[in-house]
């Protein structure tokens, strides 16, 4: 059994081991190939990591991705100082905590709208975990179009009209759910609650909307469906599966077989992310951690080089840059294999069309729905928000809209019932919301419940 | 005779007594027909609700709408605690009161235009009260549009021309008045003075302004006619009734014989709320007002569902909800056994129109006057100001300002002289205004003869 | 000889009397014709008024407009209180005063803009002086078109041009000028300095600079030109009447009979003003200062009611109320009479012109300028501004501008020399500023001058 | 050897010495041709000005520009005070100074993007060199349209393209760079750092990033060119040289000679300054300072008025002033002696072209490159944004980036990636950065070379 003090001698670049849930592990190899990058690594160098760690990775990810001879084993807990979860950002400032100010269901009755869903979880949320969902690339260009174009399109309000009767309910990609809209695909809810998507999959499956989970969720994805199939009263089952396509065709076809066995009915595969966005909010926040941990070692720093990556070389022979665990090449030939490893499980959609051209593409090539999005704004600066792709494709493809071939989704700022009207009214199948689902699950089930209840009110 | 300690024990949705006016009334069966909603009564469960309840109804509403054998007599008035008014918005600071704030001689010489009046009230107004009145729908678009587009209209000065005589006297529907505006109907002016409507209508008879009554008003509208016959010196007599069409016929009726007994000369009927717009400053202040009251029972809150409703069921089979106190069902055919059970008392006007067509469709269906308004912005978010409504006619539908068969009316953001003159000048035929009358309530009659004097000051 | 205490027993509307420079004066009956207003003169019922008298009426008014046997003789002037003037913006704050704050040489050392004038202004000004020329119509909407709309219109830089050798220098109505702006007509500078207008007249002369001297100076406006011809070293002589056509139409002509004999070089008409803007911060400020003075007497204030005015009848035949002192039936055949009157002194322009169709009718009326203009913002509420207005003209009557038969003049918001060459490529020929130069006044001669030199710097 | 004493009688207008790296000079005659003005100096009067000189003259620009007979010769150091440098900023406050606000390291490691590194040299950069930098023309319109302009540009994201290999390398003017943009000339760099021009010339060559040095650099342009070329791994070689068109020929010619015997590989000419623009903060700075200065002579000021020139005269014969260093007269003829000065020694730009007609003139003109500025707003108040004249080409002179004879430059306003990939996508070559540069200069080589990185993340 190791000690605390073995481990802690092993803090550097060049020898650099992590404690996770009382065992030890030799990260030095790994550091250069860790998706979250080395600095965060470097930074528990030598030290526990579990507080850090766990509400991030799905169960078991060490024990898949580090080879097993970098399992050191156990590590005598009384040895060495745990570490502590990050605090929330009220936490942060000091003053003495009104414990109200944490009680759920108080919460809860004073959330009126998704606005003051967002509110209560800053109040719950860790100060990273906020930070993470929050961000956006960049100079915020695409968040902005998404909270801004909503309010260009007005509604007419025809009157006397008999409206006793409204049934929102619909069928989306052949499944059944009370409500034209569902969660969309939001990585690592554990950030946000122990139970993280867990909750989502039980609000979704209880209240008769859909669920599209993330490839990058908190728990593994057998966990999640099982969630909703035990709440659903047997009735919906729009349960979906956003696929990133990685880098290594592996772990993707990985996550393919992961959606078959889980039972997710549809593919939503994200399209917009070959590099992944740089959301200058999370960098910066990683940023002045890290200036606080390595103060120290400033001086002593290596010129700033950009990690080499996997043999490709540019014209003048020097390696290229590795881009992300996105893949770099992902492009509409890939379909191909996509299918042929999904063997008709369910229907396709494509996640991340932001231009017409490219829904045009998209319903050539045969899939069952295009969905618009901008990725909430975390991908490319100045991107036209969705609601103002779906005007575009009204107005220069018409016919997708009007040929029905397709279904069209979108997400990106929605927040009001009066958002989800207009969509429906321009040609939309039904919208989603992330972020606002993501908050909510920082007050558990009850929050999920709720912020699907803020949503349909009326009915 | 009760004693207050024997009402304080029903204080559970199970059985449920509230005092007003010294007298105690079980409320268990009615909670859930409350059009107020069962919360605000949980709150006054056991105890005495007369501050509350005294100026938002009209005389006799509890005798009328709750059954005999609910009645359940007088209560000791010394064994329980009076219910305090509201406190105003600067009582709520907590700050030692300047009684000059209040002295409203001089708040009214200080009151140059319609938002001096808004100041000015809220100094007066109870918290709930301002609230009330100043609340609109979800995120205030379509109070927004109000405010903002009557400044996309400007004005085109011609100089050189005599006007030395001016005359803005005319006819509305039939009726002499001296300006063209009226007061628009808007519900419970006895939140703001205990003489409420009657203020109203003392202020327009004497100024020869028109009046447009609420179905909703805090006195009997045969007390508020006989208010203003008695000021308008025999010359005015522009006093209409607002029609709410109400879930049950017979409630519509009983309103359509008070307005044809208190001698109203015309039937404007909204046609705007099919549900009641969520006013979300309005439901916070509940929310709040709620957390706290409640603060204890949190844990045992029974899960969110709607109430159910009138015994309809939609296509599951499960029951509808109940969509409000309004007809859900209202429609153009209605507008026949409405005329009937109105004899051609005098004109009808539709009050909430939206678009150019549903304009169009209202002259078809032969009213005598079209009242252009998004219900100061309370109903549907992001619905268009009535200007906008207004120029959308002159550019579709232009015969319906040509023609002259109908008057058009409108309001929403009127504040200003200007306004007016903007909106004739496009064809209205007179404006109206609301919020800035209510307002101007809370300093009585003075108040409202001010609030008409700041709008025709150069005459 | 009077005593103080016997002028102050005449301090009620039924025998107000007061104090000017040692004299005292029964005002009683002139209370309603006063032009500034009957509460002014009540404030300072049995009281000295000199402070704030001078400042605002041109030497000998009171001689000039009260009856013989209303000057009641001197009153000895140790047995009463002289009036203080009002206080400064800055003393208003009660801290203690910077003396730097009101070094002249040095805040004119610090002014690079006339923005920075008129802050420099604000400290030396008194409160209802610097509110008086700030202020504007209404809800300010006009004031901001002339803010807002020079900035709608952007340069266009053409490179690699010769400009070594710049003259701008020409001929405005036959006068020459060394820059294309001029001095605007602007009330009562005597309210910023002492020396008034006189400022405005040796700054403008010395600098070779137009003045156009408002109908309502606080000097005569023979003193006015002499200290023009007095400075302008013999070789300017841009020194305009402008002209407000009063309700009597005697005051008309001793105003032109003044332009003549004081050798004005144009008659510059006023045709904007049939009645007087409703300026809220100028009337509010009045109506705290009298809610302070009459506190006690709120409570027998009589009902408000319009003033009654010159024997005109409405259709009703009720009296029509004084609408101000200048004409409201001003039209384009009154031409006739003012030209007569004027005996072809100079040439004539029309100030105020607001729409392209009234600067074609000024065309055909033969006169020799259009001056667009909305009163700097003080008359109508949304008026558009003269910059908009030239845009409307170019647009619609091209020949007014190509022509070249009249001069066509503007002012409103011009506060960057990139201002003045906007309007001058649009076709204007030439601007003028009137706020600006109020506020250099403060700071006197050497305010003039360098209110002018930072219109002109690069030259 | 002089005294400080003897020196420090010398302190007025009619005689002015100042000390300068321990030696006296005699500056009366020169203060009307010092380009900086004669305040600065007479500022220093009679005093030490090193400090303050040093970092804004090239080396041995007084020995160049003073005639020898002012020389007068060393004084002793012991005998005067030592003229400090202007305070930072942050010293300003009079707050005790966290040592980590200067810790370059760290604040490099926290800038994540061009604005981070501009507050990152806010805390290091004396208050007059900021605010040299930052500052612009008049109402500042030209440098809000630079920002301005980039958010109405948006960016419509293709997907699913293979995007593994990207290179961003090009050819500019003939010379390799590894990036589409370039550092823009911008006049002392050692106002922000002692090696000023050479860390720029340090990190674009390391970096593969062409540099257009300034005439008016800090450092000799052979110093700056050798710096390049020692750090350019022998592999890139877009070093080129601003060109200043002065007043006085043999000032361009002796510029033009410098460039070629540096080895700069282009000529850059502006085009857009034939006066200085009105940087009113960099002006207010410097009058504030005056006003600290000089507060006692105030009374004695002489009366303003404008430097006379150069002999020119106007129409009436007054002597035309100076209007600074630049030429006023430069036009498009003067191409031909600049031309043949330059001897083919590489190809010429323009920088400043600001409309589509003068781009298509400058094709004419047979230019190698058209470079759109508006000078970083600091020249014409409300000039177009160079992405806005980019538009206007592609609109209305579309052959001019069809026809490709020349290579399209701009500046203004980039400060994020986005900005590059937009203007590119609209036909421009490259882009170029000014202020980000300089501000990166505060923090050296390394502050350079984090500059770079910032704009080319992904790569």
Same mark, same amino acid.
């Given at each position: 059994m190791l000690s605390g003090a073995e481990v802690a001698q092993h803090k550097t670049r060049s020898s650099c081991w992590v404690i996770i849930n009382s065992k030890a592990y030799n990260v030095?190899?790994?550091?250069?190939?860790?998706?979250?990058?080395?600095?965060?690594?470097?930074?528990?160098a030598g030290q526990d990591a579990t507080a850090i760690y766990e509400p991030i990775h799905p169960k078991g990810t060490i024990e898949r991705f580090l080879e097993p001879d970098k399992h050191l084993g156990p590590v005598d807990p009384t040895t060495y100082t745990p570490s502590n979860p990050p605090? *929330?950002? *009220?936490?942060?400032?000091?003053?003495?905590?009104?414990?109200?100010?944490?009680?759920?269901?108080?919460?809860?009755s004073l959330c009126l709208s998704l606005h003051d869903i967002e509110r209560a979880a800053q109040k719950l949320l860790s100060r990273p975990a906020y930070i993470y969902y929050a961000s956006a690339a960049d100079a915020l260009g695409a968040l902005q179009n998404n909270a801004d174009d909503w309010r260009k399109i007005t509604l007419r309000p025809r009157v006397m009209r008999n409206v006793r009767r409204i049934d929102t309910s619909r069928t989306l990609l052949g499944c059944r759910v009370k409500h034209p809209f569902f969660i969309a695909p939001a990585a690592r809810a554990g950030l946000a609650?122990?139970?993280?998507?867990?909750?989502?999959?039980?609000?979704?499956?209880?209240?008769?909307?859909?669920?599209c989970v993330s490839s990058v969720a908190s728990f593994p994805h057998g966990d999640i469906s099982r969630a909703f199939y035990e709440n659903n009263g047997g009735k919906y089952d729009a349960l979906w599966f956003q696929l990133y396509v990685a880098n290594e065709r592996a772990v993707t076809l990985e996550r393919i077989a992961a959606a078959k066995e889980g039972g997710y009915k549809a593919l939503v595969i994200t399209v917009d992310s070959p590099v992944i966005g740089k959301r200058e909010d999370d960098e910066r926040y990683r940023a002045e951690v890290s200036a606080e941990s390595l103060a120290s070692s400033f001086s002593q720093e290596p010129p700033l080089s950009p990690p080499t990556g996997d043999g490709a070389r540019n014209d003048e022979g020097d390696p290229l840059p590795l881009r992300g665990v996105h893949s770099s090449t992902f492009n509409w030939d890939d379909l191909g294999w996509i299918r042929e490893a999904w063997q008709n499980s369910g229907p396709i959609a494509l996640k991340g069309i932001q231009t017409a051209e490219d829904a045009a593409l998209a319903v050539e090539y045969g899939v069952n729905a295009i969905y618009l999005s901008n990725h909430g704004g975390r991908q490319c600066d100045d991107a036209p928000s969705s609601i103002q792709t779906l005007l575009e494709i009204r107005r220069f493809y018409p016919w997708i809209i009007e040929d029905r071939k397709v279904e069209i989704y979108l997400d990106g700022g929605v927040r009001r019932g009066a958002d989800i009207v207009k969509a429906l009214c321009l040609g939309a199948t039904a919208v989603s919301l992330g972020r606002p689902f993501m908050y909510s699950v920082a007050m558990g089930n009850e929050g999920v419940v709720r912020a699907i209840q803020r949503k349909c009110r009326n009915v």
């Open positions: 030095t190899e790994y550091l250069d190939r860790h998706p979250g990058g080395a600095t965060i690594l470097l930074q528990y605090k *929330s950002e *009220s936490d942060q400032d000091g003053e003495p905590q009104d414990p109200d100010l944490r009680n759920i269901p108080r919460l809860l609650h122990e139970d993280g998507e867990l909750c989502l999959a039980r609000g979704a499956a209880r209240m008769g909307v859909g669920y």
